[in-house]
């Protein structure tokens, strides 16, 4: 076997080989899964794996796994268990069954005020959920059969110590499942309890009633709990000696005895003790019943026999296990970052929002989300990875009255913005109208004010990409628009590379369900999930090449890999995808680093379309959308040439 417990991402793309899977398009709402470089209407190829592959893939498989794992964002970079799961992975890709993994957690909504929102799942579970479903993403991109999470509440191990009801927590564990439902997280199972001891009355009470169901349940909620007590604790396990001598043990009481004080529980320390026996038990249960399945845990460890993964990672530190989300609130942050927290950290801050009459997370104070002086009353729904939808509240009032310069501003950080439900949106004059609003209008040479994004049908080598139903290369717009900049102290005048600030769009026509998706990269994302070898120190002063044939025939040197934000001053990626005959009929891009190891080339196109900095977008005929075209990069996916996608598209500064 290979040692590669040192994960390398270098070697892990995400873009799919032909050899190990079929392009296979997974509608997840505003989600969806496209690769750049194949035509949504490729054929599967053969499912059959050799051994060489399979180990191959495996090891491909574990290092994504392990990028999800705290051990990877410290620094060693290691993770202990990828040699212990490798034999395991590999057995799974050789019977071409997808990639197992188990999460034991999501028990219920601790019952403080000082803890949560309220008793159901809410912006930090979504978040969580599509975080999971991310990482099952993240490997059909490189393995066809795909990946599952298996969550396994453990409420009934727990609530009687935590002072919450049975019937709290089958109604939280039904809400997650209307939540996955609803979000379409086709990767994401839920199992219960009963279904670790063997008793499996799933499956005949869902051929009756729902009440029937919940009854059944609490009516042998404790008995379950015992049952696990009785048959796996281990009656010579001493929970106290185990604290003082296990580091995961410890890791796990502290975590314990931070949420009991909180809730004012008292003996908090040997509540937590209990707790940590019957986890134990738990744990037994869980590798005799899936013994062959990836161990995914959200308490920190030293990383052996089990990934310690963080649900909502701390968008400002890495290498932390954080906050759960049944045990914190979210925090939406000025910056388009989600945090877990505590409700009185942020009180002062932050806006308490709803959704459906329930408290759903907390977002910065801003006069940004208060459209009221325009006549307007909006709903914002915070996508993940990143994005915004903001949508009417009554009726589909016009256009006229968004206020343009408050969407360019969320724009610098919330990007894509999209705008949703107003009327006029196709109408030309009032769409480029808005556009003056929004900022200074640039026109091209070749295209004028206007851009209409619609495929020609010209397949011609010296036609625009653009205009074909072409998947696209990752790009920034701009990349051939220069201005002359003079040197304050030497007068020397040089050409610089001159992007413009906004894209604008307006959907005409959408393409198929399942095809014809946008994706936005965020720069903040993308740097936020890079191997801790590649700091931002490092990448800083790396400079690119790009030489390129066809209608965009050009060669660039020096272009800067990283620059700052002209409004915020965060640091952006600069990049465009390699992109050669194999995967486009127009032009072909080749991309070479000119001061730094040429396997940053791939390193950044695996960054870029990793589903924790890169959102798949699926338009609505009438959507408008914002986008900042320096804190963001973008790029298609193919579409069925039978249909009528069509966009306009104006750029701004």
Known sequence: MPQASVIDLTSTSLQPSKSVRCNVQLDRGVGVYGNRGESAHDECPSNQSTPESAETIATQVLSIIGSYGVHFQRESGRWDAFEEFLPT????????GPIKML???FPFKENSKDLVLGNLPDLGEELALAHLQGLCDNISAIYENG???????????????MGVSEQRVWEYGEALRAMAARKELRNIKFIRLWDVLGHNPEHQLQQETLAKGKSYYLEHASNIRQELLRTYSDTQFDA??????????????????????KKAIKCPNSTAEQMIARGKAYGTALRTKFPNHIRLSIHDSVGKGKLSLALIPNPREKGVIGLMPWRSAIAVDGDGSYRAVYPDEVRDTHELIYKNEHPYYYRVKSDLFDWTDSGLQVDFEHLYPCGLIIRPV??????????????RHLSNNFSPVVLRGFSETKDEEVWVEKGHELGKVLSWALTGTIFKVVNSR?????????????PLPMHFDGVFKFAEQKDSVTGEVKKVLDPPGYQYFTCLATAPKGDGYTLFCSSRLAFRYLPIAWPLERLEPVTWEMTNDGFWSNVHKGLPLVVRHPVTGAP??????PWDSSKTKYSSYKIVIENEEQSLVRLIEKSTYDFRACLRFSWQQGDLLVSDNVAMLHTRTSYTSECDREMWRIHLD
Not at 148 to 159: A, E
Not at 572 to 577: E, F, G, T
Request: net charge negative; charged share 20%.
């Open 458 to 470: 010209d397949d011609s080598k010296m036609s625009n990409n653009v205009t074909s139903n072409e």
């Open 572 to 577: 952006c990626l600069r990049w465009h995808s």
């Open 89 to 96: 992975v590999m057995k799974q890709i050789a019977t071409n």
């Open 147 to 161: 990946a599952d999470v298996i969550i396994c509440s453990d409420g009934l191990v727990y609530n009687d110590l």
């Open 240 to 261: 106290s000696a185990a604290v003082k001598a296990d580091k995961d043990w410890a890791a796990t009481h502290a975590a314990y005895v931070g949420v009991l004080a």
């Open 103 to 105: 999460l034991p957690g």
């Open 394 to 407: 009554d009726c589909s009032p016009s256009m006229r009255l968004i206020p343009m310069q408050k969407v």
